[in-house]
């Protein structure tokens, strides 16, 4: 919450975006070249995003968000960033980014920012595949979370994602994260609960 | 811009006849413990604003005690329970409904934690507390049973009476959280036949951080604030004069309100039920359609999210509250919508307007001009 009782809740950027949000897919004609969708409706927040790509940078990015004001401004400043940025650096946005842009989110609000850029990466992900190409960004935006075992994050999400871990039990079972120094157990907790709530499963 | 203030549940305004009565009384300093003359002024005007409450609640003499508020109210009433379990009663099991406030909530999540046995009665799709429902979960180790009057959510109206009966019949003491009904249905404890109800002074036109709990005479009742002798004994603390006086006079001023009042709330109520499903005709009203708050609407709408749909009416001057998880912090929407099987994405949508006293039908005819526009916004924005 803000500090300024009289002030809004959120900064003037997240209002500014909230009120008037840029690139929304409203027109049923647009032909996006790559579409991701993740999040549920059940879950509270749900992001769809298309892009189109001219020499492998993004050329237009479209998006709808069922969801709350920073879950929408979110959205829609991702939009901004990342329109005319190369895949490689679209695929590489984090939510740090969008939310710095906005003036910072409310400290509980952090997660509604984590849909937009993973909507971004799924679209992205769908047009190289639709393309039949290569995906070359995956593995090095991913980050190593149990140092013993050489588990990344996405490890962790494709295994949720996939619904092959659906406990933390089964993801422990595949992928022995924690077994050795224990460090990352917690991290990799609110990793699995995030990714079920981004992914609905 | 216009203002409307629709979020008479979370709280009212202090009525002007309050605001006069406690800024007459602001210096009446004394303490009310005190013997000389200071003192005495002091704790009469407390003793007269007692009896307006009690009044309110068709309440005998000497039953009702001030608290701080409904929370500290509802906390008594366990602390009570708990310490008649501590001390070795025979009766360990202690009832509530699904749908409480967090006052009584998360008094009983500690409870459980500490190994007291809580058992939960759930509701129907209209959020009622079924009386066979509790029925079926009675025995005779059951100590206490608490139901809300009336859910601070949807507005929804408990059968009290009658629940009170079925808990009397196995020998448990019956407690009611009022904090929403009082001064919106007319409670009558004597009638009800509970052994503890809950009010606050702040729903019903009086100053915040003052309430009361009614204790019948003869029930069993343990200190919750120790530390000096005032209710006699029952709760300790300076008395807070003035927000006393203050709750006095709003007593005094709902028992005054002739009965046309509720009507023409619950008219108003009605006039915006209709127009909002004239203009949107897939939003979904939650609780029960007859047996609720005359001032209280609670209504889904599909494919908008409760927070935007908060904060776009906020721009417009129009304060509501929502049972989204986004408000709340959590990725969990209102339990009290959950709990009567409401579907989940609804409950995400969801929009509690309270009106009250001062609700005007212009006020509601603004209202209903400025929702349609707002969830057809944000369904263009949503992924539908």
Request: charged content about 25%.
């Amino acid at each position: 919450m803000s500090t300024n009782n009289s002030a809004w809740v959120y900064t003037d950027t997240v209002k500014e975006h909230f009120m008037h949000p840029k690139n929304i897919w409203d027109d049923d004609t647009y032909q996006p070249e790559g579409e991701g969708l993740v999040g549920s409706m059940a879950c509270g927040d749900q992001m769809k995003v298309g892009i189109t790509v001219k020499d492998d940078k993004i050329e237009t990015l479209k998006w709808q968000t069922y969801g709350c004001a920073s879950a929408i401004a979110s959205t829609s400043m991702m939009s901004e960033i990342a329109i005319g940025m190369t895949l490689e650096e679209a695929y590489n946005l984090t939510p740090a980014m969008i939310t710095e842009k906005l003036g910072g989110l409310p400290q509980h609000k952090f997660h509604c920012s984590v849909l937009g850029d993973k909507a971004l990466r799924a679209a992205i992900d769908d047009y190289l595949e639709k393309n039949n190409r290569e995906n070359p960004f995956r593995k090095n935006v991913a980050k190593i979370i149990c140092e013993c075992k050489g588990i990344t994050d996405q490890r962790i999400e494709d295994l949720v994602k996939n619904k092959e871990a659906t406990t933390l039990d089964e993801l422990r079972d595949i992928t022995q994260f924690g077994t050795v120094c224990g460090k990352c157990r917690f991290k990799v907790q609110q990793l699995f609960d995030e990714y079920k709530h981004i992914y609905n499963v | 811009m216009r203002e409307v203030y629709l979020d008479n549940n979370a709280t009212t305004p202090v009525a002007p006849e309050v605001i006069k009565v406690m800024a007459e009384n602001v210096n009446l300093y004394g303490n009310a413990s005190s013997m000389h003359g200071f003192g005495r002024k002091a704790a009469s005007a407390i003793e007269k604003a007692r009896g307006h409450v009690e009044t309110l609640l068709n309440a005998p003499g000497d039953t009702v005690m001030f608290t701080s508020g409904g929370s500290e109210s509802d906390n008594n009433v366990f602390h009570t329970a708990r310490t008649l379990i501590d001390e070795g009663s025979q009766r360990k099991t202690i009832i509530v409904s699904t749908i409480e406030h967090p006052a009584i909530i998360e008094t009983c999540k500690d409870l459980e934690k500490n190994g007291y046995d809580v058992r939960y009665v759930g509701v129907d799709h209209f959020g009622v507390v079924q009386v066979e429902a509790l029925e079926k979960m009675m025995n005779d180790q059951v100590l206490l049973v608490s139901v809300m009057s009336a859910n601070n959510e949807t507005g929804t109206i408990q059968p009290v009476k009658e629940l009170t009966k079925v808990a009397h019949s196995y020998g448990a003491l019956m407690h009611t959280d009022a904090v929403q009904a009082v001064g919106k249905i007319p409670i009558d404890v004597q009638e009800w036949d509970v052994d503890y109800l809950s009010i606050s002074g702040h729903k019903f036109y009086g100053p915040k951080g003052v309430g009361a709990l009614y204790i019948k005479k003869g029930v069993p009742f343990e200190t919750f604030v120790r530390g000096g002798h005032q209710e006699g004994g029952k709760r300790a603390g300076t008395y807070n004069t003035n927000a006393i006086i203050g709750m006095g006079e709003a007593a005094r001023l709902v028992m005054n309100e002739p009965a046309e009042s509720r009507e023409k709330e619950w008219d108003l109520r009605e006039r915006l039920r209709k127009g909002l499903l004239e203009n949107i005709p897939d939003a979904v009203v939650n609780g029960h359609p007859s047996l609720c708050l005359p001032g209280t609407l609670n209504i889904s709408f599909p494919q908008a999210e409760g927070e935007s749909i908060l904060l776009m009416l906020d721009f417009e001057g129009i304060a509501v509250s929502t049972g989204s998880a986004c408000a709340t912090g959590s990725l969990e929407p209102s339990y009290v919508l959950l709990a009567s099987d409401l579907d989940i994405e609804l409950a995400h949508g969801s929009i509690r307007f309270s009106l009250g006293r001062y609700t005007t039908q212009d006020d509601i005819d603004y209202v209903i001009s400025k929702v349609p526009p707002i969830i057809k916004r944000l369904r263009e924005i949503s992924t539908r």
